[in-house]
């Protein structure tokens, strides 16, 4: 095949024209000319929506995030196109975060920062403790990888039951409230779909030790916000560390603001600028596997959502 022309949008970048070079593509600005697009933030589901109807030699389209619930919302990854999108990019940052988050609330580094006076001896360590993660993508991979210094008991809660690296155990979703009972930390790092959309209620909070902390790097969505609320104010669970919030961004005065046990952080755990670099990457490999008639990295498949 010919090199393939591929269009950005929703505006050209000088790095993202030099990456599709790279894979062998020739960049243009016209949709109507294109047999790919490469989609960048800022354009919104309805400008990508117009740019794909100005396009109908469009084949295959890279986002550029790892989470997809929106295009999948609108309907548009079941066009018949290929997508494909920056899934496990974000891996070992979002992992990063996480751990982070965690060891700040079991260490209580929230109090001990404003503190202004010596305060009483406690805190919990992380080695040796039991530990579930829900899902099963690059972030738990990458998260698996972080805690092996600290032995922590891995459970990991996911669709597939196949074996992961590193997990002492792997569950089916329909076996979650089995395995939160006993974890220190619980850790939420899947894809928003509507099956996992509030996937942590007040059964499940209820379920959790009463030192336990919940640490969501993944969608606000995931947790029932009210439920979260009053399990916090009740101090049934040790605390929340939530880099993602349903409603997001979290409104000035909302509840969990003012929550001693709670931890946010706006959505953080990676930004653009960490992960553009393998962003370009992905870019050129992707191009050049298009080209060559090759399978595409970072797949996403329209009847699961992700």
């Known amino acids: 095949m010919s090199a393939p022309k591929i269009a950005m949008g929703p505006k050209s970048s000088r790095r993202v024209a030099d990456a599709i070079r790279l894979g062998g593509g020739v960049p243009v600005t016209a949709a109507d000319e294109a047999d790919a697009l490469v989609w960048l933030p800022g354009g919104g589901i309805e400008g990508l929506r117009g740019v794909l109807a100005q396009g109908p030699g469009i084949r295959w389209i890279q986002l550029p995030f790892a989470g997809v619930e929106y295009y999948a919302a609108a309907g548009l990854l079941a066009d018949g196109r290929t997508w494909t999108c920056a899934k496990g990019l974000f891996a070992e940052p979002v992992a990063e975060h996480a751990l982070a988050l965690a060891l700040a609330g079991l260490r209580l580094l929230p109090e001990r920062i404003q503190a202004t006076e010596w305060g009483a001896a406690a805190g919990t360590s992380l080695f040796d403790r039991p530990v579930t993660i829900v899902g099963g993508g690059g972030i738990t ?80 969505a995931h947790v029932d916000t009210d439920a979260l609320v009053d399990a916090l104010k009740r101090g049934d669970i040790g605390g929340a560390a939530l880099d993602v919030t349903d409603p997001e961004p979290l409104p000035t005065g909302h509840p969990l603001w003012d929550m001693p046990n709670c931890i946010i952080t706006p959505h953080t755990a990676n930004t653009w600028d960490m992960v553009f670099p393998s962003v370009l990457d992905r870019i050129a490999t992707n191009v050049a596997h298009f080209a060559a008639g090759e399978p595409l990295d970072g797949l996403v498949s329209a009847d699961a959502g992700y």
């Open 141 to 220: 991979a990458a998260l698996i990888g972080l805690l092996r210094p600290f032995r922590a008991r891995v459970t990991v809660v996911r669709r597939s039951v196949a074996p992961i690296p590193g997990a002492e155990r792997v569950v089916g979703t329909q076996e979650l409230q089995e395995v939160l009972p006993g974890a220190l930390v619980v850790f939420l790092a899947l894809a928003l779909t509507p099956e996992t959309t509030g996937i942590i209620s007040a059964p499940e909070l209820a379920l959790l030790d009463h030192g336990a902390w919940l640490v969501n790097v993944a969608r606000g």
